[in-house]
T-cell receptor, first 118, second 111 residues
Framework: GAVVSQHPSRVICKSGTSVKIECRSL??????MFWYRQFPKKSLMLMAT?????????EQGVEKDKFLINHASLTLSTLTVTSAHPEDSSFYIC??????????????FGPGTRLTVT | AQSVSQHNHHVILSEAASLELGCNYS??????LFWYVQYPGQHLQLLLK??????LVKGIKGFEAEFIKSKFSFNLRKPSVQWSDTAEYFC?????????FGKGNQVVVIP
């Protein structure tokens, strides 16, 4: 089946620094990628949707200047948390859909990245 | 935008017991419905999905779900659980190209 990977799986950074998280679709070309944030005991919250080659669409309440999303190719999307603060500590999950090799209706999820800001 | 509600966040049951997890959604248009499972330390995996046709959907590992349109529900069931079913289960609804998740059910199966 379609596989989505994320790197790194865990990252600890100091307050004020920036962190980049990569999301790759390994065996299919993803026309659309999604970034979610998962809080403890809460559901996955969609942060933004990005289509390859175009600007990401952010959900209400998500700061686009803080959470920079780049979807440069059909197999790679990156999320950069800029000037991270402790409240940004969370579990970030990417998801990919569509394109060649994957079902156009099904979203495939990455394993997630645990971000801790100290 | 659609919303998804799951009740009874924590469920504890013994092996061989039956499991039913409720999922209700609110959205006026056409929806696609999903149940995902997240085993400890692993990523989300698709259990089953409903797009159209037979409202009773069978998924992997003996799970099934029934879409009842009039009740806006998509409940998940398994007649006899195993210890390996210990996981978190998420209901998700896609409408208007957005996939919204419920808060999840933490299921613990006691051997």
């Amino acid at each position: 089946g379609a596989v989505v990977s994320q790197h790194p799986s865990r990252v600890i950074c100091k307050s004020g620094t920036s962190v980049k998280i990569e999301c790759r679709s390994l065996d299919f070309q993803a026309t659309t990628m999604f970034w979610y944030r998962q809080f403890p005991k809460k559901s996955l919250m969609l942060m933004a949707t990005s289509n390859e080659g175009s600007k990401a669409t952010y959900e209400q309440g998500v700061e686009k200047d803080k959470f920079l999303i780049n979807h440069a190719s059909l197999t790679l999307s990156t999320l950069t948390v800029t000037s991270a603060h402790p409240e940004d500590s969370s579990f970030y999950i990417c998801s990919a859909r569509g394109g060649t090799g994957g079902s156009p209706y099904e979203q495939y999820f990455g394993p997630g990245t645990r971000l801790t800001v100290t | 935008a659609q919303s998804v509600s799951q009740h009874n966040h924590h469920v504890i049951l013994s092996e061989a017991a039956s499991l039913e997890l409720g999922c209700n959604y609110s959205y006026g248009g056409t929806v696609n419905l999903f149940w995902y499972v997240q085993y400890p330390g692993q990523h989300l995996q698709l259990l089953l999905k409903y797009f159209s046709g037979d409202p009773l959907v069978k998924g992997i590992k003996g799970f099934e779900a029934e879409f009842i349109k009039s009740k806006f529900s998509f409940n998940l069931r398994k007649p006899s659980v195993q210890w390996s079913d210990t996981a978190e289960y998420f209901c998700a609804v896609r409408g208007n190209n957005r996939l919204a998740f419920g808060k999840g059910n933490q299921v613990v199966v006691i051997p």
